[in-house]
């Protein structure tokens, strides 16, 4: 048990005892939040905002390339917030990618937050609709919405929210618009009183789908009540190393069994 | 203090042994690396690669069809097979050899890793398509079993190598052969190239200059005695049957119709918009994969915004951002004009 | 009850090999398209979704300042030129900038507190040997530091992160990509050229942004020629002692921070030289992808800025130069007062790799001082200003043994380094060594960390150093056949 946890470099357990050796008291908090979004969408400035840190945010993509951590205290609940590297899609092999699919997978965050550019919701919606396939908690933090105003763009995030199936709070981070709601709407998800129904990919073509739903019905029989079963034989096909790994370790059983034991709690 | 016409002259002498000392494959040091069991060595590899695919094309293999391949005088061929039968990899019966179980496994892994070297020399790097073979020939000695599962695991565990043909799996399964050589086709046929034979290396490069590449669709239109027409691309080809040999083709799905000829993306001059038709086959690996994550797929709208000052990436408009790609990647990209809209 | 139920679901239960055998087989058919595929249909949906909640109220493009400025800023004309204008007046502001606070802040640590710490450790009766260690050697060499190192970074580093915070990095790689290509390196290599500016080590991490392993070795072991904040130090002093004084006082900033650019120029071609070295030997291969977003400009926060470049940036670096500063001023003190024979070590040592020294156009006392920083750059200056000092004891110019003596201002380093035997060439020698010579300790560690290669790591340490020993030698000698025997 503990030498696979030690392989896991992005498991929650491996990260209290390496923040334990830093001397930073973040052993104790109550929800796990992920923050995700391509890269220069304003990440480190929403992190900033709800941390309070002040990390340095310049403007050139690939900017955060590692992991940074942070926490904050909302309606009595400690959260601990992880920054993911930006990256444009889940699907490559790229370092960045592999951490922030491990974490948003493996991790396990009680809610993943997404940040997206309100001037460019289309490209966004390609890592929106990947993570959506992933996880069901999810709040979708459309940023820079001050700019998309400046740009003429009209956006209907009722729409998107209802065509996500996950709440979208528009926001400013720069100017501090939009954070207050951005936290109600982490402590709804959070706290179950808000339950995500996620989009998933409805195209592709027939022999891919054939070849998906065989495999979906072999993975729902083994691992009951999984959510999500495409999404893994996606991975499958694809070959991916980490996930083909995760199966044969039986990490996935205990990932699930994970999530069993919190949503009893 | 050192004169310093003669430091000069001391450090200019220094300089030329060590580069004859460590010049890569001719100097001292690359030499005495290369020692004369390592070549014997490759010899027997070598030899058992070409016993195993004289059997997986049904022709026996002869003593002179060995020294062909490994380019030896037959008599210097005997100790090799005796070395490899006393090993217990092969049997001789009359003039042939054939492998035994363990000589075929043998046979194989050095195939996984050639082959898994090709891909990855295609996916994760620059070199040149016509290297890749020579290299992985040059690899497939030195790798170890564990090396080969290293690269395959980051590969994410691929099929196929960069010319259609399968890779082992670690426990040396291969599928059943797949598609026919294009001189078995006939006239008005619409084919899919799956396969691409690497050796003999001239006729590679011959069939890559072409713009044939894996995936692309063929139509025939002409066959005749010594060579056959061909439409690639939108354009007629007449392909010699030296060159025709070595295509392995399959029936094109339905679903896809024939490409059309295509401009491609690096044509565009600044403030000129147009719609991505595609990716072209010959952009594989992580370059396909990251281009596509930037949202180039068909039906993408790109414009061209400004070149850089020192000429070669140009940035496009592309799905709201402003994407730098240099002229060879843009060059990857088909693009055909926009539709009218209304 | 349970246990029956869960009997039933044990039969039918699929395995986790059965899941994989079905997916490996699965995939001998499906071929090399599920990837193009699975994205097309990611962005048709994504397509599907925006088109039904975004609407663009006017079409009418307004003016657009990101157009006008980009066309600017890489056109083929005014692209380069504004792109040196911009890195001169950034060390233009930092040199001249320095000057003055450099000096008060010398003077305040050595010459005020100094003395009062030797009065109060006199009156505490401390043995000498520990006054010595204690206030002589560890005390006075982060005096040293904080003295000619906080001035400059508190000036370069604001200027330098406005300029990120802008938006004009990606642009600079965007206008070099060219010349990597042709070296055969990633355009990217820009970006982290530029991160290394700051700190080599920061710049090696920055390198995962490039996505290909041989680019990215490329930039890893070439980051070492973008001078870092602990090297920009020493070639300001040195250009500013040498360069600046040859010419009248108003211009003295001016050519000094031209001198600086010049080096740090050498640093960019090198690292072109270098990068194409490598890509035709023991990194063969052809520059593969390149793909750079180039955001759009932001309007900086200034006081923002100001803060967090002054906390992250130049208080941690001026820490970790504090805590490499307290050995390195022990063992100076050390060697200058432990004796074997009737000589220091120090001058042992520093006598022993004089002629070498002087082979490459530096001295003894210089290459010593390197040794001693290998854990840290910063400490280079103050290292060999100890060292001249306490070299020169004999001569009777200075207090004592590895003591600092008191500095009004730079003119005193100049009659320092005449003393020490330094001549133009020792200076140019200098610029060039600091530019070109081994990483420090932590570049090592964090390539070694990065690249988990003892290979890749030996050779990011070697090259440099033997590039820096070569071109200081040939300078060296071409030096004194043409222009005399400095």
């Known amino acids: 048990m ?61 900017k955060t390339v590692t992991r940074t951590e942070g926490g904050f205290i909302y309606q009595e609940k400690r959260y601990k917030i992880v920054d993911l590297p930006g990256t444009y899609s889940l699907l490559s092999t790229s370092t960045d990618e592999e951490v922030a699919r491990n974490f948003i997978l493996f991790g396990k965050p009680d809610v993943t937050v997404i940040i ?51 709440p979208v709070i528009p926001t400013s981070a720069r100017k501090g618009e939009g954070i207050d709601e951005l936290l109600r709407a982490i402590h709804e998800v959070a706290n179950g009183l808000y339950v995500c129904k996620p989009h998933h990919i409805t195209s592709g073509s027939k022999s891919l789908k054939r070849a998906v739903s065989q495999l979906v019905e072999k993975i729902e029989n083994r691992f009951s009540g999984i959510s999500n079963a495409r999404w893994i034989a996606l991975r499958l096909l694809e070959g991916d190393p980490r996930i083909i790994e995760a199966v044969k370790k039986g990490e996935l059983d205990n990932l699930y069994q994970r999530i069993e034991n919190t949503e009893t709690k | 203090m050192i004169d310093p016409v003669m430091a000069l002259l001391t450090a200019g002498a220094v300089c030329l042994g060590a580069f004859l000392m460590f010049w890569p494959e001719k100097g001292l040091i690359a030499r005495l690396r290369w020692s004369k ?36 005088e037959p008599n210097q061929i005997t100790p090799i097979i005796t070395r490899l039968e006393s090993l217990g990899l092969l049997t001789i019966s009359g003039q042939g050899f054939q492998l035994t179980s363990e000589g075929k496994n043998y046979a194989l892994r050095i195939l996984r890793v050639h082959r898994l070297w090709e891909r990855y020399l295609a996916e994760e790097t620059g070199v040149p398509e016509t290297a890749w073979h020579e290299q992985a020939e040059i690899k497939e000695h030195i790798f170890t079993e564990e090396d080969a599962n290293r690269i395959s695991r980051q590969l994410g565990y691929p099929r196929y190598d960069p010319h259609g043909d399968p890779i082992p799996t670690a426990s040396g399964d291969l599928p059943p052969h797949r598609g026919r050589l294009l001189n078995n086709f006939s006239e008005g046929d619409i084919v899919q ?29 002409k066959k005749l005695k010594n060579s056959i027409h061909i439409l690639v691309a939108g354009k007629v ?27 491609s993306l690096s044509s565009l001059k600044t403030g000129e918009e147009a719609e991505v038709a595609g990716i072209s086959r010959a952009c594989r690996g992580a370059q396909r994969r990251r281009l596509m994550d930037l949202g180039v797929v068909p039906g993408t709208v790109v414009s061209m915004v400004m070149t850089s000052a020192g000429g070669d990436p140009k940035a496009y408009n592309i799905r709201g951002a402003m994407i730098a790609l240099r002229e060879d990647q843009a060059g990857f990209i088909h693009i055909q004009p926009l539709k009218k809209v209304n | 009850m349970k246990n029956q139920v869960d009997n039933i679901i044990e039969k039918n239960k699929i395995t986790d090999e059965e899941i994989l055998e079905t997916a490996n087989s699965l995939r001998w058919d499906l071929g090399e398209n599920l990837h193009d595929s699975l994205l097309e249909s990611i962005y048709q949906d994504a397509a599907e979704i925006s088109e039904k909640v975004v609407t663009k109220v006017d079409e009418k493009p307004k003016f657009d300042w990101d157009r006008t400025l980009d066309r600017l800023l890489t056109s083929k004309w005014t692209g380069f030129p504004i792109m040196l204008l911009i890195l001169t007046i950034v060390f233009w502001i930092t040199i001249s900038g320095a000057n003055v606070p450099s000096a008060l802040l010398a003077s305040f640590l050595i010459d005020t507190i100094h003395p009062v710490l030797k009065d109060v ?91 290909s392993p041989r680019e990215r070795l490329i930039a890893i072991i070439t980051n070492n020629f973008s001078l870092c904040n602990g090297r920009w130090p020493t070639q300001i002093l040195i250009a500013s002692l040498f360069i600046g004084s040859m010419v009248p006082a108003a211009l003295g900033g001016l050519v000094s921070a031209t001198a600086v650019v010049a080096v740090a120029l050498l640093g960019i071609i090198l690292t072109f030289v270098t990068s194409w070295f490598l890509s035709r030997t023991i990194l063969k291969g052809e520059a593969s992808t390149f793909s750079l977003e180039l955001p759009p400009y932001r309007p900086p926060k200034i006081l923002q800025t100001l803060y967090t470049s002054l906390i992250d940036r130049t208080i941690f670096v001026l820490w970790r130069a504090i805590i490499f500063a307290v050995p390195a001023g022990a063992v100076i003190w050390l060697s200058a007062n432990v004796m074997i024979g009737d000589q220091s070590i120090g001058e042992h040592i520093v ?136």
């Not at chain 2, 190239?193 to 239109?221: K, N, W």
């Not at chain 3, 390197?370 to 400490?379: D, K, S, T, V």
């Not at chain 3, 690249?451 to 060296?476: D, E, H, N, Q, R």
């Open chain 3, 351 to 486: 006598n022993f790799m004089d002629p070498f020294g002087l082979l490459l156009g530096l001295n003894g006392v210089i290459l010593f001082a390197y040794i001693i920083a290998i854990p840290a750059n910063e400490i280079v200056i103050p290292t060999i200003l100890m060292l001249t000092v306490m070299i020169l004891k004999a001569s009777g110019v200075g207090e004592g043994a590895g003591v600092m003596f008191e500095l009004d201002d730079y003119q005193i380093y100049t009659e320092l380094f005449a003393a020490g035997g330094w001549t133009l060439l020792t200076a140019i020698n200098l610029m060039l060594f600091s530019l070109v010579h081994n990483p420090c300790s932590t570049a090592i560690y964090t390539i070694y960390k990065e690249t988990k290669s003892i290979k890749w790591t030996a050779i990011s340490t070697f090259l440099p150093l033997v590039m820096g020993i070569a071109i200081c030698f040939f300078v060296a000698q071409i030096w004194r056949i043409f222009i005399g025997a400095g």
């Open chain 2, 193 to 221: 190239v799956i396969h691409i034979e690497d050796e003999p290396s001239d006729v590679y490069a011959e069939i890559i200059e072409r713009g044939i590449y894996l995936g692309i669709q063929i139509e025939i239109s």
């Open chain 1, 116 to 166: 997206m550019d309100a001037t460019r919701i289309e490209r966004n919606l390609n890592l929106t609709l990947q993570i959506l396939e992933i996880t069901d908690r999810i709040v979708i933090c459309l940023n820079l919405i001050d700019e998309a105003r400046r740009h003429q763009l009209r956006i209907d995030e009722r729409k998107l929210s209802k065509e996500l199936g996950v």
């Open chain 2, 237 to 263: 080809q007449t392909l010699p049957v030296l060159l025709s040999g070595n295509i392995t083709v399959q029936p094109a799905p339905e679903e896809q119709k024939i490409e059309e000829p295509l401009q």
């Open chain 1, 2 to 62: 503990t030498n696979k946890l030690n392989n896991c470099e992005t498991c929650p357990v491996h990260q209290s005892t390496y923040l334990k050796k830093l001397g930073v008291n973040m052993d104790r908090w109550d929800y796990a939040l992920a923050l995700a979004g391509n890269p220069n969408t304003g990440k480190s400035t929403v992190f900033n905002a709800l941390t309070g840190l002040r990390q340095h945010t310049g403007n050139w993509p690939g």
């Open chain 2, 37 to 72: 069991d390592t070549g014997k060595r490759v010899l027997m590899e070598d030899a058992l690669k070409h016993i195993y695919n004289c059997e997986e094309e049904n022709v026996t293999c002869t003593f002179h069809s060995l020294a062909g391949a490994l380019l030896k």
């Open chain 3, 121 to 211: 450790a006199a009156y505490f009766g401390t043995p000498l040997w520990l006054d010595g260690l204690l206030i002589d050697g560890i005390y006075l060499a982060m005096a040293w530091v904080i003295s000619v190192m906080l001035p400059p970074m508190a000036i370069f580093f604001p200027l330098f992160t406005l300029l990120e915070d802008f938006g004009y990095l990606p642009r600079v790689a965007f206008n070099l990509d060219s010349l990597f290509k042709k070296a055969g390196a990633h355009g990217k290599q820009a970006l982290t050229m530029a991160m290394g500016y700051g700190c080599n080590a920061a710049g090696i991490i920055a390198t995962r942004v490039i996505d």
